[in-house]
C-alpha cells in the first residue's frame, strides 16, 4: 500500500490517528533559542488529537543536538504531561543525542524504557501495552 506509514495529520486528513498515542516530529535540534516553541507544539497536538492521549512518541531522528536549557524544558514537560497520566517517550533518537542525555543525568533517570530504536518499536510496544485487559479484583 502506497499510503503506508506516518503521515502529518495537518497534511494529510485521510491519515488515521491511533487511539491514546500521539507521535510527534520536531525536525530541528532542540536548544535555547527554539525549546520555548516545543511545548506549545506538544499542546496544540494534545488538544487536537482525536482521543486523550497516553503517550507522546517524539520522531526524534532529526534532533541534532540538545543543550541543558532544553533538558529542563523536557524534564518539566515530562512532569506536567506524567499529572495528565501521559508519557513522553522518543524514538529514533541518534547515539550522540542520548549521550548528551546521560551527560546531563537525565537518560537513565528517565530509563531507558522511554527510548525506541525505531517509530514501529514505540507503537507495537503502545498497542501491546494498551491491548493488556486489567486482572479481575
Not at 504531561?81 to 546521560?102: C, G, R, S
Not at 543525568?105 to 528517565?110: G, K, L, R
Amino acid at each position: 500500500m502506497k499510503d503506508q506509514g506516518y503521515h502529518d495529520i495537518t497534511r494529510n486528513p485521510a491519515a488515521k490517528q491511533i487511539s491514546g498515542l500521539i507521535i510527534f516530529r520536531w525536525d530541528a535540534p532542540l536548544f535555547f533559542a527554539n525549546q520555548k516553541t516545543f511545548r506549545p507544539h506538544i499542546q496544540e497536538a494534545i488538544l487536537n488529537a482525536a482521543t486523550p492521549p497516553q503517550r507522546i512518541v517524539n520522531a526524534a531522528e532529526p534532533i541534532t543536538d540538545i543543550d541543558v536549557t532544553a533538558v529542563d524544558m523536557l524534564i518539566e514537560l515530562t512532569e506536567q504531561l506524567k499529572l495528565v497520566n501521559i508519557t513522553l517517550n522518543f524514538a529514533e533518537m541518534k547515539d550522540p543525542v542520548k549521550d548528551q542525555l546521560k551527560n546531563y543525568e537525565v537518560f537513565n533517570q528517565w530509563g531507558e524504557a522511554r527510548f525506541f530504536p525505531t517509530i514501529d518499536n514505540a507503537v507495537e510496544q503502545f498497542h501491546m501495552l494498551s491491548s493488556r485487559k486489567p486482572p479481575f479484583i
